[in-house]
């Protein structure tokens, strides 16, 4: 079973950037989807980018313009750079990988990202 692993969270004022990390155990071609989610204090996990895979990019409308989901193949690992950052961006950020045949997925184990204001 191919982990995943996030790295690069941290605490980070109003407008500044982060660049989220996840290194997969495996190859990260394996994945027909691969993505970043996010879950704030008593809130629903939500999809905040995802690369499909022949390469599309899915972002939601509140990162659109600020977040670029990307992957580098020869390093088995995704990115998410992350700019312009807003106190609402506060959450733990996931990893998640999904392969669809047959269907599973796996998750990371999240980094925690804060923005104060």
């Known amino acids: 079973q191919v982990q995943l692993v996030e790295s690069g969270g941290g605490l980070v004022q109003a407008g500044g950037s982060l660049r989220l990390s996840c290194a997969a155990s495996?190859?990260?071609?394996?994945?027909?989807?691969i993505g970043w989610y996010r879950q704030a204090p008593g809130k629903q996990r939500e999809l905040v980018a995802r690369i499909l895979s022949g390469s599309g990019t899915i972002y939601a409308d509140s990162v659109k313009g600020r977040f670029t989901i990307s992957r580098d193949n020869a390093k088995n690992t995704v990115y998410l750079q992350m700019n312009s950052l807003k106190p609402e961006d506060t959450a733990v950020y996931y990893c998640?990988?999904?392969?669809?045949?047959?269907?599973?997925?796996?998750w990371g184990q999240g980094t925690q990202v804060t923005v104060s204001s």
């Open positions: 495996g190859s990260t071609l394996s994945f027909d989807v």
């Open positions: 998640h990988g999904v392969w669809w045949s047959p269907p599973s997925d796996v």
